[in-house]
């Protein structure tokens, strides 16, 4: 079974930039869709950004949009977010997810809070 570890959360002042990494026990397969949920205290996780070995482009939540890029690095299995301009709302826990359908793998989560 896939497990999949985030990296890279903590505490940002708005405005702010971190960089979340999440990395596969495994190799990517040919098929599949990679990417990032998040979810607020008191809300429902919600899909941020994604990218299939499809795909050309990477698709991103409208509220991210020009300011979060998706990456990955099949060499490492890995894939990135690079999260720019932070705000207050963009605090949550971030979660990785490996989608091979049928099934679909997730990580334990990282911590970003955005606050002066």
């Known amino acids: 079974q896939l497990q999949l570890v985030e990296s890279g959360g903590g505490l940002v002042q708005p405005g702010g930039s971190l960089r979340l990494s999440c990395v596969a026990s495994?190799?990517?397969?040919?098929?599949?869709?990679i990417g990032w949920f998040r979810q607020a205290p008191g809300k429902e996780r919600e899909g941020i950004a994604c990218i299939s070995s499809v795909d050309v482009s990477p698709n991103y939540l409208d509220s991210v949009k020009d300011r979060f890029t998706i990456s990955k690095d099949n060499e490492k299995n890995m894939v990135f977010l690079q999260m720019n301009s932070l705000k207050p709302e963009d605090t949550a826990v971030y979660y990785c997810i490996y989608e091979d359908h049928p099934y679909d793998y997730w990580g334990q989560g990282t911590q970003v809070t955005v606050s002066s």
């Open positions: 495994g190799a990517f397969t040919n098929y599949y869709t």
